[in-house]
């Protein structure tokens, strides 16, 4: 069974440019969620999908942030336009039931 | 609110060394207790997992046993090996919530 991924791995933009990073959850989960772990900073929760609802986006920091999961299976992220604090490791995690999640590899955005 | 803090790193063990990781968690109700771990260069994987008190969690020798009275999951390995080298982070997740609430993760360099 395939585990989740993330695509790229690597991103590096300039400061006011738009950066769209994507997550593959395992198939069959419809949980979703999406995380970001800002240098030397604990992992932070932005938000929840079951199937393609937005369940909880309590911690998307601003309105820069989109998410969307048309269709219920992947999901993106995108930031526009990207800052200089938006640097850090996004993480994507799938689940069945919403209990135990599942991470994806992770995407390093460097904003410059 | 809920909350999980972790003893400061960076832990610095030879081969064989016995490893403790603290843990301790504020929270209201009865959460979920995980332990991830990432190593280099790769995703969080799950290393183990409790639901609910006095459970223990466990997995590639390493336990951890919720302790509802001190609020604490502990990480305990018997003997560590170079292979064992990597960021590991407590968690929680709340009964309500959806979200894992992570500690700020503890960076274990283990040498032959």
């Known amino acids: 069974e395939a585990g989740v991924t993330q695509f790229p791995s690597h991103s590096v933009i300039e400061k006011g440019q738009t950066v769209t990073l994507r997550c593959d959850p395992i198939s069959g989960h419809d949980n979703l969620y999406w995380y970001r772990r800002v240098m030397g900073k604990e992992i932070k929760f932005l938000l929840h999908?079951?199937?393609?609802?937005?369940?909880?986006e309590s911690g998307m920091p601003n309105n820069r942030f989109l998410a969307e999961r048309t269709g219920g299976t992947y999901s993106t992220l995108k930031v526009q336009p990207a800052e200089l604090e938006d640097s850090g490791v996004y993480f994507c995690?799938?689940?069945?039931?919403?209990?135990?999640?599942?991470f994806g590899p992770g995407t390093r955005l460097t904003v410059l | 609110g809920n909350s999980v803090t972790q003893m400061e790193g960076p832990v610095t063990l030879s081969e064989e060394a016995f490893l403790t990781i603290n843990c301790t968690y504020t929270a209201t109700g009865y959460p979920s207790l995980f332990w991830y771990v990432q190593y280099p260069g790769e995703g969080l994987q799950l290393l183990l997992k409790?639901?609910?008190?006095?459970d223990k969690g466990s997995n590639k020798g390493f336990e951890a046993t919720y302790r509802k009275e001190t609020t604490s999951f502990h990480l305990e390995k018997g003997s560590v090996q170079v292979s064992d080298s990597a960021v590991y982070f407590c968690?929680?997740?709340?009964?309500?919530?959806?979200?894992?609430?992570f500690g700020k993760g503890t960076t274990l360099s283990v040498s032959s």
């Open positions: 999908f079951v199937k393609e609802s937005k369940q909880d």
């Open positions: 409790a639901t609910k008190a006095d």
């Open positions: 995690a799938s689940s069945p039931l919403g209990v135990t999640q599942y």
């Open positions: 968690a929680l997740l709340s009964q309500a919530g959806t979200a894992l609430i």
